[in-house]
């Protein structure tokens, strides 16, 4: 891989993370730029949230294709009170 290309790439990763923090306030999604491919990794609370994260992406993608691999982990109420000690 150029040296040329990988700069691009980080620059396309480093846009989008920028955009998914300020749009999303999603801090925790990895973007991994892999040729003509972003792939998007992590977790948040809902549907409507993974959906945002890849709209953000695709805003920046430049073409790309975008693959959304964030997973939804359900937030459940705890079982009794937290104890503190």
């Not at 846009?15 to 749009?23: D, G, T």
């Amino acid at each position: 891989m150029s040296d040329a290309f990988q700069d691009r790439s980080d620059y396309v990763s480093a846009h989008i993370q920028e955009r998914l923090a300020s749009r999303t306030h999603e801090l925790g999604i990895q973007v991994d730029v892999r040729g003509e491919v972003i792939y998007l990794r992590g977790e948040v609370v809902n549907e409507e949230r993974r959906r945002q994260v890849e709209e953000a992406a695709r805003v920046c993608a430049e073409g790309r294709t975008v693959r959304n691999e964030v997973t939804v982990t359900a937030m459940r109420e705890p079982d009794g009170e937290e104890t503190l000690s």
